[in-house]
């Protein structure tokens, strides 16, 4: 029997603010445990929240990159459960009157795993969103051996929910989604999205049905994933499980499992059979929020979307969709390009040297682009010199390893080693003519029609300009002198 998969997505991002949610205790990864506390983020009785400005826009920005439609209203409620990470026993939500509702996010090829690029099922498909709400994270938990210890730095830090619909029918997907929806978070400004710092947490929905069925199977739960590949391995090793138990005529009840990542396998957490009833009700310290004047403001500073970037690549540098996609993909990267090629009149070959050369070398060396030691203009100046005929594209290669290695420019290395090409139309005829003059058989073997023997008295001339004839020109001047 053939399985119809409905997977939805619960997305936490944790935004990019100075300070948290509700109090003034900075947002700082890796600080000393409960080291950035207040009165506030410990829920200490009488504290009062005062609302983060910056959160708010942080979300309708979100909201507009995303094509949701914007509350004129928003307001705050209080989502009330016991656990230990959550020092007021509730949490800041929001529940009947989000910032935002509705909303896409496109998926593009590169965004799937590269395994999965050449089978995409739906090309281009826009994945839908319920809402986006904006909220309080709760404290870190750490399991020792025999104890457990809590961290309260995170508590408190504004945190971004964003929901799917249940419209994704693949772990590909999920990851497509994932990553399409990082990049814009990252272009936007809005978080920083580090999964292994948690700045970004996802939860997945899965439930499996006979693809003649209309209603949906058991939604089963998988929680607090914490990498996009992951979130593939889980829902791939969830899906499987879960055709194997229908295949045995198991009935599958709603459940929450967690994901080890060690064993490659999910493991119940716990059963239940309705949604958890957490009393909420409007928070009664904050006051609706109107956000009209958070539109007029977050309008300003909307980015060039990804999608935007590539189409716009493509059409004024004249480089292929696959190298505006792979370039895109980094928002360093993209601007790297950008500022190498706007001055190039050669903008691919600017690319050909970004996508091969510089990230193999950047990956070799283990460095970011922003440590990158070659600097945009002088890329640029490297392809100048190799499309003048001052170098060839082997010395290219040459000069480029250097400028890694030494930060120098590819001008002052090439000055250094005197390794500039002999253009002088002059100078190389007379070393072609001493070449011909001293190989008087391989150039008659060429008059006879054998032409390999023209590479032999290239390489004489090469030799002889101890490597700085330009190639082409040598060999143009070969042929026509043993033509005439």
Same mark, same amino acid.
């Given at each position: 029997?053939?399985?119809?998969?409905?997977?939805?997505?619960?997305?936490?991002?944790?935004?990019? @603010?100075?300070?948290?949610?509700?109090?003034?205790?900075?947002?700082?990864?890796?600080?000393?445990?409960?080291?950035?506390?207040?009165?506030?983020?410990?829920?200490?009785?009488?504290?009062?929240?005062?609302?983060?400005?910056?959160?708010?826009?942080?979300?309708?920005?979100?909201?507009?990159?995303?094509?949701?439609?914007?509350?004129?209203?928003?307001?705050?409620?209080?989502?009330?459960?016991?656990?230990?990470?959550?020092?007021?026993?509730?949490?800041?939500?929001?529940?009947?009157?989000?910032?935002?509702?509705?909303?896409?996010?496109?998926?593009?090829?590169?965004?799937?795993?590269?395994?999965?690029?050449?089978?995409?099922?739906?090309?281009?498909?826009?994945?839908?969103?319920?809402?986006?709400?904006?909220?309080?994270?709760?404290?870190?938990?750490?399991?020792?051996?025999?104890?457990?210890?809590?961290?309260?730095?995170?508590?408190?830090?504004?945190?971004?929910?964003?929901?799917?619909?249940?419209?994704?029918?693949?772990?590909?997907?999920?990851?497509?989604?994932?990553?399409?929806?990082?990049?814009?978070?990252?272009?936007?400004?809005?978080?920083?999205?580090?999964?292994?710092?948690?700045?970004?947490?996802?939860?997945?929905?899965?439930?499996?049905?006979?693809?003649?069925?209309?209603?949906?199977?058991? $939604?089963?739960?998988?929680?607090?994933?914490?990498?996009?590949?992951?979130?593939?391995?889980?829902?791939?090793?969830?899906?499987?499980?879960?055709?194997?138990?229908?295949?045995?005529?198991? $009935?599958?009840?709603?459940?929450?499992?967690?994901?080890?990542?060690?064993?490659?396998?999910?493991?119940?957490?716990? @059963?239940?059979?309705?949604?958890?009833?957490?009393?909420?009700?409007?928070?009664?310290?904050?006051?609706?929020?109107?956000?009209?004047?958070?539109?007029?403001?977050?309008?300003?500073?909307?980015?060039?979307?990804?999608?935007?970037?590539?189409?716009?690549?493509?059409?004024?540098?004249?480089? @292929?969709?696959?190298?505006?996609?792979?370039?895109?993909?980094?928002?360093?990267?993209?601007?790297?390009?950008?500022?190498?090629?706007?001055?190039?009149?050669?903008?691919? !070959?600017?690319?050909?040297?970004?996508?091969?050369?510089?990230?193999?070398?950047?990956?070799?060396?283990?460095?970011?682009?922003?440590?990158?030691?070659?600097?945009?203009?002088?890329?640029?100046?490297?392809?100048?010199?190799?499309?003048?005929?001052?170098?060839?594209?082997?010395?290219?290669?040459?000069?480029?390893?250097?400028?890694?290695?030494?930060?120098?420019?590819?001008?002052?290395?090439?000055?250094?080693?005197?390794?500039?090409?002999?253009?002088?139309?002059?100078?190389?005829?007379?070393?072609?003519?001493?070449?011909?003059?001293?190989?008087?058989?391989? !150039?008659?073997?060429?008059?006879?029609?054998?032409?390999?023997?023209?590479?032999?008295?290239?390489?004489?001339?090469?030799?002889?300009?101890?490597?700085?004839?330009?190639?082409?020109?040598?060999?143009?001047?070969?042929?026509?002198?043993?033509?005439?």
């Amino acid at each position: 029997m053939k399985y119809l998969t409905t997977i939805g997505l619960e997305v936490h991002a944790q935004l990019k @603010t100075r300070s948290k949610m509700f109090c003034a205790c900075p947002v700082e990864f890796g600080a000393e445990p409960n080291s950035h506390t207040c009165p506030i983020c410990l829920g200490l009785p009488g504290a009062l929240p005062v609302m983060n400005e910056e959160a708010l826009r942080l979300t309708v920005l979100t909201g507009l990159m995303l094509d949701c439609d914007i509350a004129d209203v928003s307001k705050f409620d209080r989502k009330n459960y016991f656990y230990p990470d959550m020092p007021k026993n509730y949490q800041i939500s929001q529940y009947d009157m989000p910032l935002c509702t509705n909303g896409k996010v496109p998926l593009h090829d590169l965004a799937y795993p590269k395994d999965a690029q050449k089978n995409i099922a739906i090309p281009d498909k826009e994945v839908h969103l319920v809402r986006i709400h904006l909220e309080e994270d709760v404290a870190k938990s750490f399991h020792f051996e025999t104890t457990t210890g809590i961290d309260f730095n995170r508590a408190g830090t504004p945190l971004m929910e964003i929901v799917t619909q249940p419209e994704v029918s693949s772990p590909e997907e999920a990851f497509a989604f994932l990553t399409a929806l990082k990049q814009i978070l990252i272009y936007g400004g809005v978080s920083d999205a580090d999964m292994e710092k948690g700045q970004l947490r996802c939860d997945c929905n899965v439930s499996l049905r006979p693809e003649t069925q209309g209603e949906l199977g058991a $939604k089963i739960e998988i929680k607090n994933m914490n990498s996009i590949s992951g979130v593939r391995r889980a829902l791939a090793y969830e899906v499987s499980r879960q055709i194997e138990a229908l295949g045995r005529g198991e $009935k599958l009840e709603q459940e929450t499992r967690g994901w080890d990542d060690a064993r490659g396998e999910t493991f119940l957490m716990r @059963t239940k059979e309705s949604a958890h009833d957490y009393r909420y009700f409007p928070d009664p310290d904050l006051v609706p929020v109107k956000t009209e004047v958070l539109l007029s403001n977050v309008r300003a500073r909307l980015p060039e979307l990804p999608k935007h970037k590539r189409a716009r690549f493509v059409q004024q540098y004249e480089i @292929t969709a696959y190298d505006a996609g792979v370039l895109a993909n980094d928002l360093e990267l993209a601007a790297y390009f950008e500022k190498a090629a706007c001055a190039s009149r050669r903008p691919k !070959a600017i690319a050909n040297w970004i996508l091969n050369d510089l990230q193999s070398a950047l990956s070799a060396s283990g460095k970011t682009i922003k440590q990158c030691p070659i600097l945009p203009e002088e890329l640029n100046e490297l392809v100048a010199l190799i499309d003048s005929g001052k170098i060839s594209s082997r010395q290219g290669k040459e000069v480029f390893a250097e400028m890694f290695a030494s930060g120098k420019s590819p001008s002052a290395i090439v000055q250094e080693r005197g390794i500039e090409q002999l253009t002088d139309t002059t100078a190389v005829e007379k070393i072609c003519d001493e070449v011909i003059a001293a190989n008087p058989k391989p !150039a008659a073997d060429f008059k006879g029609g054998n032409a390999a023997s023209l590479n032999f008295l290239k390489g004489q001339v090469m030799k002889l300009s101890k490597g700085k004839a330009n190639p082409q020109m040598v060999g143009e001047i070969l042929e026509r002198k043993l033509r005439a």
